[in-house]
């Protein structure tokens, strides 16, 4: 299970980490990364807060060669309890030099936010499974040695995945919106995630859309 686990971290920074990879099955990886990926940047600033949704994983591990539905799903389930963000912030001085944020500042000022404007605080590391603690700590080096010094202060931030309902904060396949602020900085998530959906056809003119689309843009034909 070790190597398996492994496996899956090697592929996942490989096909997420540069921003060039193929595509996995039906889902454009590009595109979900662009759609995951959010940019606070200001001038000599570097501010990059990624989600990793369900599919991400979803996506690396159907790609690995031998692996059953059961142990995909067996993985999947380790994260299904929470909404995963990673976040890397640093000050670029004159002279090209980066500053980076430590983790505990960041920890510190670190809110997921849900669409009636509930915030979330980042679950300390005793409230995350060991599994899914074991799952992120591999990615820690891998980030790293694939990234330098941006992945060397790229840190994991774990919340809750449902509200005091029990709704899901953030589901990316189901209409919604959530945010997550990060010490002066707030970035936003609409929902779904067009990566994550299929084409739509236009019943009139027959042209290919993006799942995300009501309407054809071409005759304004609602769309199935």
């Known amino acids: 299970m070790r190597v398996l686990k492994l496996a899956l971290v090697?592929?996942?920074?490989?096909?997420?980490?540069?921003?060039f990879g193929a595509s996995a099955q039906e889902i454009n990886v590009n595109l979900l990364v662009q759609e995951t990926q959010k940019r606070a940047e200001s001038p000599g600033e570097i501010n990059i807060i990624w989600w990793f949704p369900e599919d991400i994983w979803?996506?690396?591990?159907?790609?690995?060669?031998?692996i059953t539905p059961e142990?995909?799903?067996?993985?999947?389930?380790?994260?299904?309890?929470y909404v995963i963000?990673?976040?890397?912030?640093?000050?670029?001085?004159?002279?090209?030099?980066?500053?980076?944020?430590s983790e505990a500042e960041m920890r510190a000022n670190v809110r997921l936010i849900d669409a009636?404007?509930?915030?979330?605080l980042p679950l300390a590391e005793d409230?995350?499974?060991?599994?899914?603690?074991?799952?992120?700590?591999?990615?820690?080096?891998?980030?790293?040695?694939?990234?330098?010094?941006?992945?060397?202060?790229?840190y994991f931030f774990?919340?809750?995945?449902?509200d005091k309902n029990g709704a899901d904060i953030a589901d990316p396949r189901k209409e919604g919106i959530f945010s997550v602020r990060l010490l002066d900085k707030e970035v936003q998530w609409k929902l779904p995630l067009t990566s994550l959906l299929p084409e739509k056809t236009c019943?009139?003119?027959?042209?290919?859309l993006s799942g995300a689309y009501k309407y054809c843009p071409w005759d304004g034909t609602p769309l199935p």
């Open 203 to 208: 019943p009139t003119c027959k042209q290919k």
């Open 10 to 19: 090697l592929l996942l920074v490989a096909q997420l980490a540069v921003p």
């Open 71 to 81: 142990q995909i799903e067996a993985t999947l389930s380790v994260f299904r309890p």
């Open 116 to 120: 009636s404007g509930s915030e979330y």
């Open 58 to 66: 979803r996506v690396s591990l159907a790609q690995t060669p031998n």
């Open 158 to 162: 774990v919340f809750v995945a449902k």
């Open 127 to 154: 409230g995350i499974n060991a599994m899914t603690k074991g799952y992120l700590a591999m990615m820690k080096p891998i980030f790293a040695n694939t990234m330098g010094p941006m992945g060397q202060n790229m």
């Open 85 to 101: 963000m990673a976040a890397v912030m640093g000050k670029v001085d004159p002279l090209g030099t980066v500053t980076y944020k």
